[in-house]
């Protein structure tokens, strides 16, 4: 059985940081392509970043390029998503999902099979 589970999510100030983990079980994540993707309260969810399975190739949103940084640990089998100088506008609830090939765009949710619970990032004054 397949289990995504994302950690380090809280209540941050503007300009502070937070790494999130996403541990997966009952799959290999340095097989698959791991995206982040958020959704903030009455909007779609949207693409944060990917890391590809083959080279490690990043993408990232243009809305957090130079603030987010995706990395894997194939060894614990876990993928982080560090995030500095946070914003207001960052606030959202962090997924992370999987699957083992991406055709139409990293940023499609529909592209992956398999997605976590989800962990609440808040940033605020």
């Known amino acids: 059985q397949v289990q995504l589970v994302e950690s380090g999510g809280g209540l941050v100030q503007p300009g502070g940081s937070l790494r999130l983990s996403c541990a997966a079980s009952g799959i290999t994540l340095d097989y698959y392509v791991i995206g982040w993707f958020r959704q903030a309260p009455g909007k779609e969810r949207e693409g944060v970043s990917c890391?590809?399975?083959?080279?490690?190739?990043?993408y990232y949103a243009d809305s957090v390029k130079g603030r987010f940084t995706i990395s894997r640990d194939n060894a614990k089998n876990t993928v982080y998503l560090q995030m500095n100088s946070l914003k207001p506008e960052d606030t959202a609830v962090y997924y992370c999902a999987a699957d083992l090939f991406i055709y139409a765009g990293w940023d499609h949710t529909d592209e992956y099979d398999y997605w976590g619970q989800g962990t609440q990032v808040t940033v605020s004054s």
């Open positions: 890391i590809s399975s083959s080279d490690g190739s990043t």
